[in-house]
C-alpha cells in the first residue's frame, strides 16, 4: 500500500538546523510531490513547502522562505525538509504528503506519521 | 492568499445525527480545487473529499462535500463514533495552500 514513514523526533536549540526525512513505497515515486505541511502544539494546518519529485521543482510558503530546503533522493524513493534557523515558534508536527508532481496546489493523499520537532533552549 | 474560514469552531452531536460543516473562502475557488481532511488526536490528517465532492479511496458513503465558488460544506449523514474528529477544508487552487482552522465535532 501507498505509505510514508518519517524520522523520528527531533530536539533542538533556537538558532540551530532540523533535517526530516520522509520514506516513500507503494508507488512511483517520481510520478509525484511531496509537499510539507506543520503543526504547531493544539493550532490547525500550515503547509510550508512542496517539491516535485519529477522535476525537482520546488515552491515554498513566505513565511519559512529562505530559511527551508526540501529536497529527493530519487534512488531511495525519499524526500527532505531542512529548515535553518530554528525559532520557538517552529515547534510544530511536520507531517510529508503526497500530492501533485506538477505544482505544489494538490490534494494531499496520504501523509505521513508525522515529526515533532521541539525548539527549546 | 485565500483564507478559508471554518463554522463553527465546536460541533457537539450524539451518534446517528446529522453534521453540516462550513468552510467560506475569501475569494473564490474552483470547486476543483477543495478538499476536506479528517484529524483524530494525535494522528495524520486523511483526506475524505476532493474536488468538493468526490469520496477519496475507502471513505463511507455517509461523508460527502458540496459548493462551489465561495461557499463549501461537509455533511456527515449519520454520526458513527468513529467520525468524532477534527475537520479542516483546504484550498489548492491558487498558491500557496491554505487550510481552514478547523471545526472540532465531539460528542454530545
Known amino acids: 500500500q501507498v505509505q510514508l514513514v518519517q524520522s523520528g523526533g527531533e530536539v533542538k536549540k533556537p538558532g540551530a538546523s532540523v533535517k526530516v526525512s520522509c520514506k516513500a513505497s507503494?508507488?512511483?515515486?517520481?510520478?509525484?510531490?511531496i509537499s510539507w505541511v506543520r503543526q504547531a502544539p493544539g493550532q490547525g494546518l500550515e503547509w510550508v513547502g512542496w517539491i516535485s519529485a519529477y522535476n525537482g521543482n520546488t515552491d515554498y510558503a513566505q513565511k519559512v522562505q529562505g530559511r527551508i530546503t526540501v529536497t529527493t533522493d530519487t534512488s531511495t524513493s525519499t524526500a527532505y525538509m531542512e529548515l535553518r534557523g530554528l525559532r520557538f515558534d517552529d515547534t510544530a508536527v511536520y507531517y510529508c504528503?503526497?500530492?501533485?508532481?506538477?505544482?505544489?496546489?494538490?490534494?494531499?493523499?496520504?501523509w505521513g506519521q508525522g515529526t515533532l520537532v521541539i525548539v527549546s533552549p | 492568499e485565500i483564507v478559508l474560514t471554518q463554522s463553527p469552531g465546536t460541533l457537539s452531536l450524539s451518534p446517528g445525527e446529522r453534521a453540516t460543516l462550513s468552510c467560506r473562502a475569501s475569494?473564490?475557488?474552483?470547486?476543483?480545487?477543495l478538499a476536506w481532511y479528517q484529524q483524530k488526536p494525535g494522528r495524520a490528517p486523511r483526506l475524505l473529499i476532493y474536488?468538493?465532492?468526490t469520496r477519496a479511496a475507502g471513505v463511507p458513503d455517509r461523508f460527502s462535500g458540496s459548493g462551489s465558488g465561495t461557499d463549501f460544506t461537509l455533511t456527515i449523514s449519520r454520526l458513527e463514533p468513529e467520525d468524532f474528529a477534527v475537520y479542516y477544508c483546504q484550498q489548492y487552487g491558487r498558491s500557496p495552500n491554505t487550510f481552514g482552522q478547523g471545526t472540532k465535532l465531539d460528542i454530545k
Open positions: 504528503a503526497r500530492g501533485s508532481l506538477a505544482a505544489a496546489g494538490w490534494r494531499l493523499d496520504p
Open positions: 507503494g508507488y512511483t515515486f517520481i510520478n509525484y510531490g
Open positions: 475569494q473564490s475557488i474552483s470547486y476543483i480545487y
Open positions: 474536488g468538493a465532492s
